[in-house]
């Protein structure tokens, strides 16, 4: 073989690898690229997974407080004449709204390990709402108006309907990305 001829394998065998290296490192930002849009679109579908689960945990606190104080209510109406069998029964809706408070407080953490600081203020204050009104309007308690009941209420529904307002457009983002 003259130098020649080896001169042109050599170049030749050169540029292909080059070539090949070139390829390589092509499919692997591409295989790079495909795994990190796959690691957002999981991370995003697990937002969405939290803050449904947020949802579905102040919806429980929302319908065991409905109960609540829809026996409440009755209670202070009828007073010393209120059947024990419903007074019964709001000691069992009582402690069924006080295990519901314990996933209020997990729905907030869950809200802060995704850092959304604006609805876990938003949750907290809809929890101290129902404290407030569970400690103006209880059993035996007759000095209390129902426009007063009523007031408390419109508190504790304006301030759920926020929460779910700011929950909701933070969905909707997420879905929008996904």
């Known amino acids: 073989m003259d130098m020649e001829t080896l001169f042109q394998l050599t170049d030749t065998s050169l540029k292909m690898g080059i070539g090949a290296v070139i390829a390589a490192l092509c499919a692997w930002g591409i295989m790079r690229r495909q795994n990190n849009s796959q690691f957002d679109v999981q991370r995003e579908n697990r937002r969405l997974q939290i803050l449904e689960d947020v949802s579905s945990q102040v919806g429980m606190v929302s319908h065991s407080f409905a109960k609540y104080s829809s026996l409440v209510v009755e209670s202070v109406q009828f007073g010393d004449r209120w059947p024990v069998a419903r007074r019964q029964e709001l000691e069992a809706v009582n402690s069924e709204l006080v295990n519901e408070f314990r996933k209020l407080a997990d729905a907030e953490a869950r809200l802060l390990m995704l850092g959304e600081k604006n609805l876990e203020r938003t949750l907290r204050l809809y929890g101290a709402r129902i404290a407030v009104y569970r400690k ?14 009523s007031s408390l209420k419109a508190a504790i529904h304006q301030v759920r309907e926020q929460f779910y307002d700011m929950l909701s457009r933070k969905y909707d983002r997420l879905l929008a990305n996904a």
Do not use: F, L, T
């Open 136 to 149: 103006q309007v209880y059993v035996g308690r007759q000095d209390i108006s129902p426009e007063e009941i």
